[in-house]
């Protein structure tokens, strides 16, 4: 049987524990990042729209799902060009430059989806 140096053992457990560092520092910056955008996220005003659930979808990823309550505003947002409906959700993004940006970091992914009557109407990325 095979007995590794203790070096060798030593920095084994040194590069699993700094990987295992690593990867929950990302998920506590998505958390900390869902956690801000319930507390600060806002919809348009007046645009017959409400912030449904704010969720992490995975290490650096979130989904913020908005409900177009209003029948004009779904009305209107489908006579859209695809194009066209990706810059409205996008509407929803945190805004470049914010308290949210510093808490996730640049390579984080947030997806919002414009929906209604249970049905995902548009689906757009946040630019960074």
Do not use: H
């Not at 990867?23 to 409400?50: F, I, M, R, Y």
Request: proline share 3%.
């Amino acid at each position: 049987m095979l007995n590794p140096a203790p070096s060798t053992v030593k920095m084994l457990v040194a590069i699993i524990s700094i990987i295992g560092l690593a990867s929950c520092g990302d998920e506590d910056k998505t958390s900390a990042g869902v956690d801000w955008l319930k507390a600060n996220q806002e919809v348009p005003v007046n645009s017959g729209w409400k912030i449904g659930e704010v969720t992490a979808t995975g290490k650096g990823k979130m989904e913020i799902i908005v409900d177009l309550y209003s029948a004009t505003a779904a009305s209107k947002l489908k006579s859209l060009s695809a194009m066209d409906k990706g810059e409205v959700a996008r509407l929803v993004c945190p805004i470049r430059g914010t308290e949210f940006w510093e808490i996730v970091g640049t390579k984080a992914t947030v997806v919002v989806k414009l929906t209604s009557l249970g049905s995902t109407e548009v689906t757009a990325i946040c630019r960074r």
